[in-house]
């Protein structure tokens, strides 16, 4: 991009009021995607119209739901986002606190199973959407799929404790499909009756896999 000559007016970063309805829009598709998953959690995706969430949201008419979100379907994977959003914030900034690779495989599991627990709604809005999910081309989401981003960093971490030592000897795709399933196994559990306790299962899941990674002494 060229310079603006020295006696050029430089032009406002923004037009005036342009941050505050830029504000104003992030609240309201926040409310939105708020109500949408508690729709979705109480209702399920089926009968979780652009009508019922306009109710649970306070909105006046569902034209304020199309004026942030296209169809049900864009609404859907902004949902999905924020979640995992969250999510990964949640259990990265923990595991960016610990120094040693045994200790952030510890945080990984700690982070994920508390992150399921202290967010059931969204957990069950999730499973709902699931199986209408889409991806660009238009094809299903599968759990295989859904699972491969953590799973590649999953196979990374334990790799990375292998070289550093803190690790024995296995194969780091087979650990990853592991623990993946154990932590995905206890999202299905939540839901059930009786409920799993989460703490107790952390506690078991942690101590199983630190032993089953752990260097041989």
């Given at each position: 991009m060229a310079a603006r000559g020295a006696g050029a007016a430089a032009a406002p970063a923004t037009a005036p009021g342009a941050s505050s309805r830029t504000f104003t829009n992030s609240a309201r598709r926040a409310q939105i995607v708020a109500a949408a998953i508690d729709t979705i959690a109480e209702l399920g995706y089926a009968k979780a119209s652009f009508a019922r969430i306009t109710e649970r949201a306070g909105l006046s008419s569902p034209r304020m739901?199309?004026?942030?979100?296209?169809?049900?379907?864009?609404?859907?994977?902004?949902?999905?986002?924020?979640?995992?959003?969250?999510?990964?914030?949640?259990?990265?900034?923990?595991?960016?606190?610990?120094?040693?690779?045994?200790?952030?495989?510890?945080?990984?599991?700690?982070?994920?199973?508390?992150?399921?627990?202290?967010?059931?709604?969204?957990?069950?809005?999730?499973?709902?959407?699931?199986?209408?999910?889409?991806?660009?081309?238009?094809?299903?989401?599968?759990?295989?799929?859904?699972?491969?981003?953590?799973?590649?960093?999953l196979a990374e971490l334990l790799a990375a404790g292998q070289r550093s030592g803190e690790f024995r000897e296995f194969d780091v795709a087979s650990m990853a499909v592991m623990i993946r399933g154990a932590v995905d196994a206890a999202a299905v559990r939540l839901r059930g009756e009786p409920a799993l306790d989460v703490d107790t299962y952390t506690r078991e899941l942690v101590t199983a896999f630190a032993r089953a990674t752990e260097a041989e002494r």
């Open positions: 739901i199309s004026y942030h979100f296209a169809d049900k379907d864009d609404l859907m994977h902004q949902v999905v986002r924020e979640v995992f959003t969250a999510g990964a914030e949640f259990i990265g900034a923990r595991m960016a606190a610990e120094e040693t690779v045994a200790g952030r495989l510890r945080a990984y599991l700690e982070a994920n199973l508390r992150f399921l627990r202290d967010h059931p709604r969204e957990m069950l809005a999730l499973t709902e959407i699931g199986p209408h999910a889409r991806d660009a081309d238009g094809a299903a989401y599968t759990s295989r799929s859904a699972q491969e981003p953590s799973l590649r960093g």
